[in-house]
Nanobody, 127 residues
Framework: QLQLVESGGGLVQPGGSLRLSCAAS????????IGWFRQAPGKEREGVSC????????VYADSVKGRFTISRDNAKNTVYLQMNSLKPEDTAVYYC????????????????????WGQGTQVTVSS
């Protein structure tokens, strides 16, 4: 059974850093494009970053480019989101999601593409 589990969220001060993890079970994560999304209360879900299956090319939302880095550790079957220089507006529940299994499939920040989702992890940026 396909499963994604996020971890690493928490409370951090503005300017601080967190690293989120997305651990996959039941499938080889590298065979799917993986996206990170976030949703704050009362706001629409937005794409943050994604990574292609196979070649590992990445995409970032303009709001996080230069501050966030997505990466994949195939040995651990885990995708990470390193978040630096965090701002209060980064506060949200962060989700990872997997696209269909297809090697070299291009990722997208459009959430409707993704079919498997984790439970989310809360990130709060506040003094």
């Amino acid at each position: 059974q396909l499963q994604l589990v996020e971890s690493g969220g928490g409370l951090v001060q503005p300017g601080g850093s967190l690293r989120l993890s997305c651990a996959a079970s039941g499938f080889t994560l590298d065979y799917s494009a993986i996206g990170w999304f976030r949703q704050a209360p009362g706001k629409e879900r937005e794409g943050v970053s994604c990574i292609n299956s196979g070649d590992g090319a990445t995409v970032y939302a303009d709001s996080v480019k230069g501050r966030f880095t997505i990466s994949r550790d195939n040995a651990k079957n885990t995708v990470y989101l390193q978040m630096n220089s965090l701002k209060p507006e980064d506060t949200a529940v962060y989700y990872c999601a997997a696209d269909r299994i297809q090697l070299f499939r291009l990722c997208t920040l459009f959430s409707d593409r993704y079919r498997s989702w984790g439970q989310g992890t809360q990130v709060t940026v506040s003094s």
